[in-house]
Every structure is written in structure tokens, then in C-alpha cells.
């Protein structure tokens, strides 16, 4: 069974959701902060394993690397773009046992990572996954909401534990 990793070209995400967009024109770390809650969100759903790589270009210093919620993040070294560390992702990630995924909307890097073997994903097309994928959270979420016994008598949680024990006839 292969092991599947999303690559995430950071800015170049931020620049394509209109949501991030209009979030990094007012606090480009609060864009950031957003992309990597999204992406925790999508890693926890898919199962799959999601680094996150900003350019360093926006965020001087050297290189960094991270992790928040599970996501791998990393800003790489000044003078390196992007692209070229995902493309040594890429290289450096490659094997039979693993499906590498390409977040990006540039045309050119997108040539390149498939040349290499990896699957590219269009930013519209991780935006709709992620759209998707929200709505099947919401609705497992009313779900569980609406099928939870509730009471019109305030109980504490260990009375209402017993009173479930007993619905279900453990005793």
C-alpha cells in the first residue's frame, strides 16, 4: 500500500484562495495560520502526510522548519525559492512505496514534478477538497449532535453516565 504525501507551494496557495488573498493583504501571518489550519484539517480527514513550504524570500532569515497540528512547515533558506525545495522534496522523497502530491498553480513547477513522477493538484482543485471535505465534517458533527440523548433536567456527567448505563441495560 503506498504511503501518500501532499507538497504545498505556501504563497502560491495564498495567492490563488480568495479567502487568503484578502487575509495576507491585511496579515500575511494570519493567511499563513489559516493555510496551516486548513491543511491540519485535511491531513487529519485524508490520513495523508502534508508539508507545507513557504518561500523565504517573504519571511528573511534562514532556513526554518517546523510543525503545527502535524503539519510539517518549512521556510526555506534566503535565495531559495519554493519550487526549488519542493523540488528537492520531490527527489529526495521518491519511492515505490509512496505517492508524492503537488499543491500548486504554477504551470511550469506542475511540468516538472509530474516529469518526476509526483501528481499535481491545482490550488482550485485543493480549495474544492477542502470545501468538500468540510462539509463532510459538519455533517458527521450535526449528526452526532442530533443523535446525543439530552435532558430537560440538568444532570451531572457521572449521574448522566449511570442513567445511560442503565438505558442500555448495563448495570
Keep these: 500500500m503506498k504511503k501518500d504525501i501532499l507538497l504545498v507551494d505556501g504563497y502560491n496557495i495564498i495567492?490563488?484562495?480568495?479567502?487568503?488573498?484578502e487575509l495576507k493583504r491585511l496579515k500575511l501571518a494570519e493567511a499563513?495560520?489559516?493555510?496551516?489550519?486548513?491543511?491540519a484539517e485535511y491531513q487529519a480527514f485524508k490520513g495523508w502526510r502534508v508539508i507545507l513550504v513557504f518561500d523565504a524570500y517573504l519571511v528573511p532569515g534562514i532556513e526554518n522548519k517546523e510543525k503545527r497540528s502535524q503539519?510539517?512547515?518549512v521556510f526555506t533558506r534566503e535565495n531559495e525559492?519554493?519550487?526549488?525545495?519542493i523540488e528537492k522534496l520531490v527527489s529526495e522523497l521518491s519511492k515505490r512505496t509512496v505517492q508524492l502530491h503537488v499543491a500548486?498553480?504554477?504551470l511550469t513547477e506542475q511540468w516538472i514534478i509530474f516529469g518526476q513522477g509526483a501528481l499535481r493538484i491545482s490550488a482550485r482543485e485543493l480549495e474544492i477538497e477542502m470545501q468538500?471535505?468540510?462539509?463532510?465534517i459538519s455533517?458527521?458533527?450535526?449528526a452526532i449532535q442530533e443523535?446525543?440523548?439530552f435532558s430537560k433536567i440538568q444532570l451531572s456527567q457521572e449521574v448522566a453516565e449511570v442513567f445511560e448505563k442503565w438505558r442500555r441495560g448495563n448495570r
Design 15 to 21: 495567492g490563488a484562495w480568495p479567502e487568503l488573498r
Design 32 to 39: 499563513r495560520d489559516r493555510l496551516i489550519d486548513q491543511l
Design 71 to 73: 503539519v510539517e512547515i
Design 81 to 85: 525559492t519554493a519550487d526549488e525545495r
Design 104 to 106: 500548486t498553480s504554477d
Design 132 to 136: 468538500e471535505i468540510d462539509k463532510i
Design 139 to 142: 455533517a458527521k458533527v450535526r
Design 147 to 149: 443523535n446525543r440523548s
